[in-house]
């Protein structure tokens, strides 16, 4: 009994030394499971491939161990100790738009660099183009001549197209103007009867209104289309900020150069204000279907129709 006792002392005392000699036991697990674990081994480990994990693999030839005898001897044996780390990236589930950069400006949309450079600039970008109502004048280059492609005159100021008639030799417009000027207006506001119709003009806005090349007709060249009764358009006029005859009367501008004749009304305003001439014609079917020349007030509103300038 006394000898089995012995033998087992013997045999703790050996295991015991064993134990604490070794350095070849692992380190302990990081508990908390974290995101970022260090581990160290004296064996280099190959690295395991994960998407979510990089390894930074980092060699120390002076790394020591605890010091022991039987450590020491160890390293003498195998200096070089392997150091791994592994860094764990949580990508997230959240995705978002590539931004756009432009000459340095960081921008969510393709072009907002031009305002948003400014710290004065406006909170949202500027719009490309302004939409004008019926009655307010655009803003157009009055220089630029119309493209004449048969008998199509497309005014190139606004991009509207006129059908032309000849009528004894000269061009006319086929259907009343309607560029958007200052002193001119839709009869009753409505923008449809701009297009069917044409715009009204003040005698002051008339003299603008042909286009590069083109004037308003005078005297003479009324005369050659008065009874052309098929070529008119009966847009009816505006007086004193209202519209009437629409569709019963037609109202001209003539050439501002043009003076009273024998013959011609007078409107009974021109004793106490500016008048010009005017060309008026009845619609088939309405009143005595008649056609004449009168003074009225320039600042009525009548149609325009343009002549080639000769």
Known sequence: MKHFISLLGIVGVITVFSACSGDDAPEPVNPDNSATTISSSSVAAAPQETSSATDITTSSPDASTPASSSSKAKKDKD?????????????GA???????????????TEGCEEWA????????????????????????????????????????????????RDVNGTLWTAKNLNISLNGSNCYGGNANNCKEMGRLYTLSAAKNACPVGWKLPSRADFEAARSLTDFWKYGGRGKDGNEDFMGEMGFYWLDASE???????????????????IFVIDAPGYGDEESKFQHDSQAKGFSVRCVQAK
């Open 94 to 108: 959240t995705s978002f738009d590539d931004p756009y950069f432009s000459s340095g400006i960081f921008c969510w």
């Open 259 to 277: 003076e009273v004749q024998e013959g011609d009304k007078i409107s009974d305003v021109c004793s106490n204000t500016s008048c010009a001439m």
């Open 79 to 91: 200096p070089a100790v392997v150091m791994t780390t592994r860094v764990t990236i949580d990508t």
């Open 117 to 164: 450079s400014s710290a004065s600039g406006p909170d949202i970008p500027p719009e490309d183009s302004i939409t004008l109502s019926s009655d307010v004048p655009a803003q157009l280059n009055m220089d630029t001549p119309p493209v004449i492609e048969g008998l199509v005159m497309t005014d190139m100021r606004d991009t509207q197209k006129y059908d032309l």
